[in-house]
DNA sequence: CCCTGATTCGC
DNA sequence: GCGAATCAGG
């Protein structure tokens, strides 16, 4: 398998809504999680935390300068570090559980049809063209976004805990215009964004696998009848249904 | 063990 | 440029 523009967007898109790299290969298909890994490097998409990843400047050199023993001739270190800086972060560990993946990259599109946005470019906020069939903003999220709900696991969410989005005005990014007919209406990976229903309907990887799209119960990732099936009060066990729903409807035969 | 991403290096 | 092998933390 190649590295076409498809499997590239592909790739960028989910890297950057923090899907793992063994999501992204599976879902890519053909390729193996290191391949999109260094796929994602040479792409210099980046900056995911790393469970291995040094962070401190001077160790790394003084890694580095150890593990070329003899080979850096002359390596002056800079020993005046008087002040511990805190360059740690503290990043949340990504939830990305079952998360929703993949837009199968459907047919190429013509160029002339993403050509410009000729319009007034100033929208300075919440003015989104919500009806706007075609182009939407970028997935461009700090964070996983996505968060189903397994049989047991309850993922509970106080409205007030989500953060609003720090980026209310992403810089706006064109995007393939909906090919077919079947996927006009169809909210794809590439237009989720912080007030549209995230829910998945179908399969990621099927050709009609979309979102739900409808606009957000406030506070939540999904629309109200979603944070219904999302959201449910702990049952007894002996009371629970014998068969969750799973959001995805479950194992898919492979 | 499993997972993760980073890096290296032969191709 | 690509990705398997390897490393290393959780």
């Given at each position: 398998m190649s590295w076409t523009d498809e499997r590239i967007a592909t790739l960028k898109t989910m890297w950057e809504a923090g899907q793992t790299a063994s999501q992204i290969a599976e879902a890519l298909g053909g390729?193996?999680?290191?391949?999109?890994?260094?796929?994602?490097?040479?792409?210099?998409?980046?900056?995911?935390?790393?469970?291995?990843?040094?962070?401190?400047?001077?160790?790394?050199?003084?890694?580095?300068?150890?593990?070329?023993?003899?080979?850096?001739?002359?390596?002056?270190?800079?020993?005046?570090?008087?002040?511990?800086?805190?360059?740690?972060?503290?990043?949340?560990a990504p939830v990305a559980e079952p998360v929703v993946a993949a837009a199968k990259p459907v047919a190429p599109v013509e160029p002339e049809s993403v050509a410009e946005e000729p319009e007034d470019d100033e929208d300075d906020d919440e003015d989104e063209d919500e009806a706007a069939p075609a182009v939407v903003a970028p997935v461009r999220a700090p964070q996983p976004i996505l968060r189903s709900v397994g049989p047991g696991g309850f993922l509970r969410q106080a409205p007030g805990e989500q953060q609003p989005p720090s980026t209310p005005a992403p810089p706006r990014r064109l995007v393939p215009a909906k090919p077919s007919a079947e996927m006009a209406n169809k909210?794809?990976?590439?237009?989720?964004?912080?007030?549209?229903?995230?829910?998945?309907?179908?399969?990621?990887?099927?050709?009609?696998?979309?979102?739900?799209?409808?606009?957000?119960?406030?506070?939540?990732?999904?629309?109200?009848?979603?944070?219904?099936?999302?959201?449910?009060?702990?049952?007894?066990?002996?009371d629970r249904r014998p068969t969750p729903p799973l959001p995805f409807g479950g194992p898919r035969p492979r």
């Open positions: 390729v193996s999680r290191n391949a999109v890994i260094g796929k994602a490097h040479r792409l210099e998409l980046q900056a995911r935390p790393s469970p291995v990843k040094p962070n401190d400047p001077e160790a790394k050199a003084a890694a580095a300068a150890e593990a070329s023993a003899s080979a850096a001739a002359a390596a002056p270190e800079p020993v005046a570090t008087p002040e511990p800086v805190e360059v740690e972060a503290p990043k949340p909210t794809s990976l590439l237009e989720l964004n912080d007030r549209i229903c995230k829910w998945p309907l179908g399969h990621p990887g099927e050709p009609d696998f979309h979102f739900c799209g409808k606009a957000v119960n406030p506070g939540f990732p999904y629309c109200v009848d979603h944070c219904g099936h999302a959201y449910q009060a702990q049952l007894p066990r002996r």
